[in-house]
């Protein structure tokens, strides 16, 4: 009922980015980008602060204008068109509603301003979508933050807009209301159906749940683009590696090729990763390996067959987070290495001091090219998300 | 709070603040009492009570002219400065410019130089002009004074904004013009409202600056320098005192409204 | 002025989103305020640096004088004015010391003792701000009639000896100053006030976590940050203070004199437009360089 009413003509068209370079003076926001958002999708630009996704954002709607290049909407230049006149709603981060007007005056501003019919029908329908019809007539400041939230979304969507730009919209909630949201985006956008969602998110999880396409961003670059799935089975970069979940990253050298298999030697040990799954075939490498990947064996037990075993290391940490528990090993000649083991209830795991071995399954392993990142605060930030969302794909 | 150290702060403070709040009152109670003095010429020594002044305040030969004078000049001052000042703070907030400290500095000199200067020199200025001192003369003074108030005013107000709700009007599909009439005016008027008030408040009370360029013009603190050295008519008080419980007033039911309005929103 | 002064410091956190072209906007919108100031203030002050600079037509009529480059009307003004000068910067900051004393614990009272009590506070503020209505010259010459040698309250301080048999109330440099303090009082009250308002209470909780002692919390935690209010008040208190005159006129004597006083004087008595000139341009550029050295060492420059 609600969704009849939004999908009124104009609904869904492309998003093409074309080139985009956007500087600041000397800084350089976003570096020669390019991009295509099919209509209808949900996309996620996702990326550490200052990678200029925000910027981004900002060009779509037209609050910024680039450097050079072309934004293109269902085919028609909108490069320097004023953002009143794009058929572009975003979500603030801090929402922007208007406080000197009511929950259903900011809903219908924009039909207002399009001198539209029916708005105040049209917008009580989008505050029922968002399940606040009943405060229709309160100030957005007496309303809670994920009130102030759908506020904002409705006042979006009811222009149904070509596009709609969600810039950190969920950021300013707390986890359980977050995900609460994440489904309810979902389910909206589900309901209008047609409208591209372009969500900006440093948030790693909440670009996987929501999106069917994620770009990473870093750098005004995009380091990799595609289904959430893909980008965390087989990260392209060591950024995208550790940004999106986490990785153990270990350096080496391609000596050989065999049957579909490469073989690294990393300080004397020979890892095979599939050849499918390498970016380069030769020289020095990175080999990758998702620490929910990696066994633990205790010493004196068997590995698993057909595996890749490193080690003995020493369990230098352990830290039990409900679902998980991660271990750090150290192994000499390789640094510390981080393994996830699900708590399926068998027992206890190795103790701190431990000497254990690491084994996986080379068709898990992928190989990077690049410089491992140096662990920094970003790299332990991405890593303690990376725990609550290693578990699940 | 029932450490004992607290207890120390928790009543001298409140009993210093009573005893401030009296030597800030005294002198307002003693005009407000002395207004109902059946005085005579000079109201110096306390008579007899009576209702007379407050039923006749323009009884006393020149008072209402002063007072008539005073709320025209201010009123006069108030829509000059306002528009000119909010022009300014609006710009100085939102858009980017060369000469901006510049600008900042030409605000801040008013404020800091003392009024006997500003007065000085605006009468340099006008009898060098050989323009005659009087009504006119005090409302380009009051209005050049208030500037700087009410761009201070206005843009303590638009510091508070989200400076995002203007990108949401025009992304909601609003022109410029049309985002600055729904959307930045109606949440700019409480300041502009206090601005008002303020430079209303400044130019009614000015004294120093109106004498220097004033001519013959009568204003209403004028006419009680002038009168003080023969007598201030007990008129006087009464006006002093009507303006003191008028803004008394005013800013009370304000408040008091208010209060009913917060309760009201609470108890939905 | 209250959120307003002490809010010309925040203008650093004032984020800048300029539209596109925006600048010839700016320029309209900037003109005819700046233009008023250029006409009315910047061109006046020229004058009156210039004005400082004439001469006496010897043997012309009263008042008369001619452009010239006369430095010795300065050196003139200043030594013959020294003592007014000098007591006007006295007067003016022992008002604005004392100001200080009694506005401060007073805006403390109103902003945060009576936070939960919004009607109460609304009270006292307009208590504080309700003075400038009735005029401040009338409530000065309340105080000169409080005051006065056959007033109640001298008699009464006279007969419980509290007051020698011949001293006075009026007529000293303690009722100058005195008055001084009372009428400036809401310039100091109203910047604190603002900023105290917005005082976050967590911060003092969490000062007396860390020190303890209230004392101690609020000389590192409250003090530094109503810092901005107490600069914005001490200039709004100490900058009329210094160039009035009525205070002095109605309360004080000859001996009582202050650099306004002399300057109304050589204006409109003496018509000395040159002296009066000078003083006026000494008192704004020694107003201008204290002000400036204040607002650099408080440390918050950008109220400039």
Redesign the interface.
Same mark, same amino acid.
């Given at each position: 009922m609600a969704a009849d009413l939004l999908a009124a003509p104009g609904g869904g068209r492309d998003l093409e980015l074309v080139g985009i370079t956007k500087r600041f003076g000397e800084a350089v926001a976003v570096d020669d980008l390019s991009l295509r958002m099919p209509a209808g999708s949900f996309f996620a630009l996702l990326g550490p602060s200052g990678c200029g996704k925000t910027t981004m954002l900002r060009m779509v709607a037209g609050l910024e204008v680039p450097t050079a290049g072309q934004v293109l909407i269902g085919g028609d230049d909108v490069t320097t068109t004023r953002p009143y006149r794009r058929p572009v709603n975003t979500v603030f981060q801090s929402y922007a509603l208007f406080p000197h007007l009511d929950v259903l005056e900011n809903v219908a501003f924009g039909l207002r301003r399009r001198r539209e019919r029916n708005a105040e029908q049209r917008a009580m329908a989008a505050l029922d979508m968002v399940e606040l019809g009943p405060l229709a007539r309160r100030r957005p400041t007496r309303l809670s933050g994920g009130q102030q939230q759908r506020v904002a979304l409705a006042r979006a969507l009811v222009n149904n807009p070509a596009v709609l730009l969600l810039d950190e919209p969920l950021g300013a909630l707390d986890l359980k209301l977050r995900r609460q949201m994440q489904v309810e985006l979902k389910r909206i956008q589900d309901e209008v159906g047609g409208t591209t969602f372009v969500h900006v998110t440093h948030d790693q999880e909440e670009a996987m749940t929501m999106a069917d396409t994620v770009a990473v961003m870093n750098a005004g670059r995009i380091e990799q683009l595609g289904p959430p799935q893909e980008l965390y089975d087989l990260p392209r970069t060591p950024f995208v590696a550790n940004f999106l979940g986490r990785s153990n990253l270990l350096p080496g050298t391609v000596v050989e090729e065999r049957d579909g298999l490469l073989g690294v030697d990393a300080a004397g040990t020979r890892l095979l990763v599939p050849a499918d799954r390498a970016v380069a075939r030769s020289g020095q490498v990175l080999v990758g390996i998702r620490p929910e990947k990696v066994h633990l064996v205790a010493a004196g037990a068997d590995e698993p067959a057909d595996s890749t075993v490193l080690g003995p290391g020493t369990v230098a940490d352990v830290s039990f987070s409900g679902v998980s528990t991660e271990y750090l090993v150290d192994v000499a000649g390789y640094g510390r290495m981080s393994v996830f083991t699900q708590n399926l209830g068998a027992g206890p795991g190795a103790m701190v001091g431990e000497q254990v071995r690491l084994a996986w399954s080379p068709r898990h392993a992928f190989v990077l090219v690049g410089d491992a990142p140096a662990a920094g605060p970003l790299e332990r930030e991405a890593a303690t998300v990376g725990a609550a969302g290693g578990t699940g794909p | 709070m029932s450490r004992p150290? =607290?207890s120390l702060?928790k009543y001298l403070?409140?009993v210093?603040?009573v005893v401030?709040?009296i030597?800030?009152?005294?002198?307002?109670a003693?005009?407000f009492a @002395?207004s109902f003095n059946n005085a005579g010429r000079s109201n110096?020594?306390w008579q007899r009570f009576t209702w007379d002044n407050w039923r006749n305040p323009c009884g006393a030969p020149a008072v209402c002219e002063s007072v008539v004078n005073s709320v025209a000049i201010a009123l006069f001052a108030t829509l000059g400065s306002t528009v000119?000042?909010t022009?300014?703070a609006?710009?100085l907030?939102?858009?980017? =410019?060369?000469f901006r +400290?510049a600008?900042?500095?030409?605000? =801040?000199?008013?404020?800091?130089?003392?009024?006997?200067?500003?007065g000085?020199?605006?009468?340099?200025?006008f009898?060098?002009l050989r323009v005659n001192p009087g009504f006119t003369t005090i409302v380009?003074?009051h209005?050049?004074f208030c500037?700087s108030?009410v761009?201070?005013?206005v843009?303590?107000? %638009?510091?508070t904004l989200?400076?995002?709700?203007?990108?949401?009007? +025009?992304?909601?599909?609003?022109?410029?013009r049309?985002?600055f009439w729904? %959307?930045t005016f109606?949440?700019l008027l409480p300041g502009i409202a206090?601005a008002a008030m303020?430079a209303f408040?400044l130019s @009614?009370?000015d004294?120093?600056i109106t004498?220097?360029n004033s001519g013959n013009t009568d204003t @209403?603190?004028k006419f009680?320098?002038v009168s003080?050295t023969r007598g201030?008519p007990a008129q006087?008080?009464v006006i002093? +005192?009507a303006?003191?419980l008028?803004?008394?007033l005013v800013?009370?039911i304000g408040? %008091?409204l208010?209060?009913r309005r917060?309760a009201a929103?609470e108890a939905r | 002025m209250t959120a307003a002064l002490t809010s010309a410091t925040a203008e650093a956190g004032a984020p800048p989103p300029p539209p596109r072209g925006s600048s010839r906007i700016a320029w309209l919108l900037l003109t005819p305020g700046l233009a008023y100031l250029v006409l009315f203030f910047v061109a006046p002050v020229a004058v009156l640096l210039l004005t400082s600079l004439y001469e006496r037509v010897p043997d012309g009529p009263v008042g008369a004088t001619r452009p010239a480059l006369r430095w010795e009307n300065y050196t003139d003004a200043l030594v013959t004015y020294a003592p007014q000068f000098g007591r006007s910067f006295l007067y003016a900051f022992i008002a604005t010391v004392l100001a200080l004393a009694i506005g401060y614990p007073l805006a403390y009272v109103i902003a945060v003792r009576c936070r939960n009590r919004p009607l109460l506070q609304g009270l006292l503020l307009v208590l504080v701000i309700a003075p400038f209505f009735t005029s401040f010259i009338l409530r000065t010459i309340a105080w000169k009639q409080i005051l006065a040698d056959e007033s109640l309250v001298v008699a009464v301080l006279k007969t419980i000896s509290l007051l020698p048999d011949d001293a006075r109330l009026t007529a000293t440099p303690t009722a100058v100053v005195a008055g001084l303090t009372y009428n400036f009082l809401p310039f100091m009250t109203l910047p604190i006030y603002a900023n105290l308002e917005r005082l976050d209470l967590r911060l003092i909780e969490a000062g007396e976590d860390l020190y303890a002692n209230p004392a101690e919390t609020f000389r590192r935690v409250t003090l530094p940050l109503s810092m901005p209010g107490i600069v914005a008040g001490s200039l709004l208190t100490f900058i009329p203070a210094a160039g009035d005159y009525v205070n002095s006129a109605l309360l004080g004597t000859a001996s009582t004199a202050m650099i306004g006083n002399v300057i109304d004087s050589r204006f409109f008595r003496v018509v000395d437009y040159p002296t009066a000139a000078a003083l006026s341009v000494l008192l704004m550029a020694a107003i201008l360089l204290l002000v400036a050295a204040y607002v650099r060492r408080s440390g918050t420059d950008d109220l400039l």
């Open positions: - | 150290q =607290f702060g403070l409140p210093y603040a401030a709040f030597y800030l009152l005294t002198p307002i003693y005009t @002395f110096l020594t000119l000042g022009m300014i609006l710009a907030v939102r858009y980017r =410019f060369r +400290s600008t900042n500095l030409l605000l =801040f000199l008013p404020m800091a130089t003392p009024e006997v200067v500003l000085a020199a605006l009468l340099a200025q009898l060098n380009i003074a209005i050049m500037i108030f761009v201070v005013t843009k303590a107000r %638009v510091a989200d400076p995002h709700l203007g990108e949401a009007a +025009s992304d909601l599909y609003a022109s410029p049309v985002a729904r %959307v109606p949440l206090a303020l408040s @009614f009370d004294f120093i004498n220097f @209403f603190p009680v320098y003080a201030i006087a008080n002093g +005192s303006m003191f008028i803004a008394l800013v009370l408040q %008091v208010a209060a917060r929103a | -």
